[in-house]
């Protein structure tokens, strides 16, 4: 619909290359439609830090392996609110490794009553036997939105330990109320 221009933000003109002889146009074409996605504006504002007060560490033995859950403190899975759908910004599994400790994992999340398919969100982090100590780390590959009831979890491939190694979850989330 086209207006007369009443106000013109500062740069909007030469941004839409709108300036007619060097003077300012008196009229908005209809040619003219604004299309900014503000989401990630929005999801940013809304973003925290989801640590420890919702999954402590969690150790895995030597003979664990295929799906596990990152667990909350009152041992319950690591799990979404039915009320909430989360924009998961950075997700990341980390530990440290002793010499001679090695671990193949992938961060998951896991829909909610385990119904559909699990999702690997991140590749998986694969190094090699050392005989040295040395951190980990996993990440999700990109941002991606978590539906409510899913759970928190990693994919272990393979494992080799004396005693356990211990993972922790990392989360840069947007919580948005339904």
Request: charged share 15%.
């Given at each position: 619909?086209?207006?007369?221009?009443?106000?013109?933000?500062?740069?909007?003109?030469?941004?839409?290359?709108?300036?007619?002889?060097?003077?300012?146009?008196?009229?908005?074409?209809?040619?003219?439609?604004?299309?900014?996605?503000?989401?990630?504006?929005?999801?940013?504002?809304?973003?925290?830090?989801?640590?420890?007060?919702?999954?402590?560490?969690?150790?895995f033995a030597a003979s664990t392996q295929g799906q596990a859950n990152f667990l909350t403190a009152?041992?319950?899975?690591?799990?979404?609110?039915?009320?909430?759908?989360?924009?998961?910004?950075?997700?990341?599994?980390?530990?440290?490794?002793?010499?001679?400790?090695?671990?193949?994992?992938?961060?998951?999340?896991?829909?909610?009553?385990?119904?559909?398919?699990?999702?690997?969100?991140?590749?998986?982090?694969?190094?090699?036997?050392?005989?040295?100590?040395?951190?980990?780390?996993?990440?999700?590959?990109?941002?991606?939105?978590?539906?409510?009831?899913?759970?928190?979890?990693?994919?272990?491939?393979?494992?080799?330990?004396?005693?356990?190694?211990?993972?922790?979850?990392?989360?840069?989330?947007?919580?948005?109320?339904?």
């Open positions: 619909m086209a207006g007369k221009i009443l106000q013109v933000p500062q740069g909007l003109l030469s941004l839409l290359g709108l300036k007619e002889q060097g003077r300012n146009p008196d009229v908005l074409s209809d040619t003219v439609i604004p299309d900014i996605d503000l989401t990630d504006l929005w999801l940013q504002r809304l973003m925290v830090n989801e640590l420890d007060p919702f999954s402590p560490p969690v150790s009152g041992a319950n899975p690591a799990q979404i609110p039915t009320n909430e759908m989360w924009y998961v910004y950075q997700m990341q599994v980390g530990g440290s490794l002793l010499a001679a400790e090695y671990i193949r994992l992938a961060p998951m999340l896991i829909p909610q009553f385990n119904v559909g398919q699990n999702q690997l969100v991140g590749l998986d982090y694969n190094d090699v036997i050392t005989a040295r100590a040395r951190s980990f780390c996993a990440f999700a590959q990109r941002p991606f939105w978590a539906p409510p009831g899913a759970v928190f979890g990693l994919r272990i491939f393979d494992i080799v330990t004396a005693a356990s190694i211990t993972c922790t979850l990392g989360l840069r989330v947007a919580r948005l109320k339904i």
